[in-house]
């Protein structure tokens, strides 16, 4: 992934996304959409509105983001990101790159 640029490079293979990962200046962090980046890593997507909340599960893993905290439960384990997720329209949630890619690969 690439800021600015709606795309995305795996295997080989280029995947289009209709949002593009941000910069966020404040902290200097890369945000991606969350629903887009976890499935091209191959986790399972739940959105709960009620909370405000993305489940992300692979089978064996499962990590809780909530928009605007940036507290996020991995396997009932409190994680605290540098920068929170954020809920962008048109009904977007962008969290840190990193986070989501260095949290899902830990087995």
């Excluded at 991606?32 to 489940?55: D, I, K, N, T, Y």
Aim: overall charge negative.
């Amino acid at each position: 992934m690439r800021i600015d640029v709606p795309a995305i490079m795996r295997d080989n293979e280029t995947r289009t996304i209709d949002v593009a990962p941000y910069l966020n200046v404040k902290v200097g962090r890369t945000m991606a959409p969350v629903r887009f980046l976890s499935e091209a890593l191959g986790l399972v997507v739940e959105w709960l509105p009620e909370s405000r909340q993305v489940v992300l599960t692979d089978g064996w893993q499962k990590i809780v983001l909530t928009v605007d905290s940036p507290e996020a439960l991995v396997n009932d384990r409190v994680v605290t990101m540098d920068c929170a997720p954020q809920l962008l329209a048109p009904g977007r949630v962008f969290a840190p790159l990193r986070f989501i890619c260095e949290t899902s690969e830990q087995q």
